[in-house]
T-cell receptor, first 112, second 115 residues
Framework: EPEVTQTPSHQVTQMGQEVILRCVPI?????FYWYRQILGQKVEFLVS????????KSEIFDDQFSVERPDGSNFTLKIRSTKLEDSAMYFC??????????FGQGTRLTVV | AQKVTQAQTEISVVEKEDVTLDCVYE???????LFWYKQPPSGELVFLIR??????QNEISGRYSWNFQKSTSSFNFTITASQVVDSAVYFC????????????FGTGTRLQVFP
């Protein structure tokens, strides 16, 4: 069964460093998303992406965040200068027949 | 504005008990979708079910069943004869079928099933 793949599964970074979280969505999907889950809290929408541009972003998705689909398979989330409060699990999701999101296994980001 | 409320923060049951997880939603749209996801201790989000606002028929899948009631804006999830492997955090989510179709999640209910 096709699945959304995220790498790395866990990343530790120093405050102020840039990180790139990578996702390979399901191949025929057209809609891509990033969500965030701070430990022990609910899953929060960050951004949606369609046709090579951002469709919608939440207030969390400020200028420190950016997304890109650099080629036909990858979908990345970049955090330019990480803060302690960026520590969270980040989930990538993709969908074809909206709305139905298939989630990756997540990347746990720890900012120290 | 859309909102999902899962009032039960944590539920503990003994194996073989039935358990119902509550979900109440708010939306102004007439077209929307409701979801349940399971998050086991390993952390991934496992899709369980999707329901659209025009289909109020209850659904059963093995030990799982869902009760969708538009009159009370609820989409409750029942596990029959719970097992230890059901221990997880369960999230209810809402999508209003907008262009972006983002999911709005509830705060989750942690279910612990003891042997």
């Amino acid at each position: 069964e096709p699945e959304v793949t995220q790498t790395p599964s866990h990343q530790v970074t120093q405050m102020g460093q840039e990180v790139i979280l990578r996702c390979v969505p399901i191949s025929n999907h057209l809609y891509f998303y990033w969500y965030r889950q701070i430990l022990g809290q609910k899953v929060e929408f960050l951004v949606s992406f369609y046709n090579n541009e951002i469709s919608e972003k939440s207030e969390i998705f400020d200028d420190q965040f950016s997304v890109e689909r650099p080629d036909g398979s990858n979908f990345t989330l970049k955090i330019r200068s990480t803060k302690l409060e960026d520590s969270a699990m980040y989930f990538c999701a993709s969908s074809e027949l909206v709305p139905e999101a298939f989630f990756g296994q997540g990347t746990r980001l720890t900012v120290v | 504005a859309q909102k999902v409320t899962q009032a039960q923060t944590e539920i503990s049951v003994v194996e073989k008990e039935d358990v119902t997880l509550d979900c109440v939603y708010e939306t102004r749209d007439t077209t929307y979708y409701l979801f349940w996801y399971k998050q086991p201790p390993s952390g991934e989000l496992v899709f369980l079910i999707r329901r659209n606002s025009f289909d109020e028929q209850n659904e059963i899948s093995g030990r799982y069943s869902w009760n969708f009631q538009k009159s009370t804006s609820s989409f409750n999830f029942t596990i029959t004869a719970s097992q230890v492997v059901d221990s997880a955090v369960y999230f209810c989510a809402l999508s209003e079928g907008s262009w972006t179709d983002k999911l709005i999640f509830g705060t989750g209910t942690r279910l612990q099933v003891f042997p």
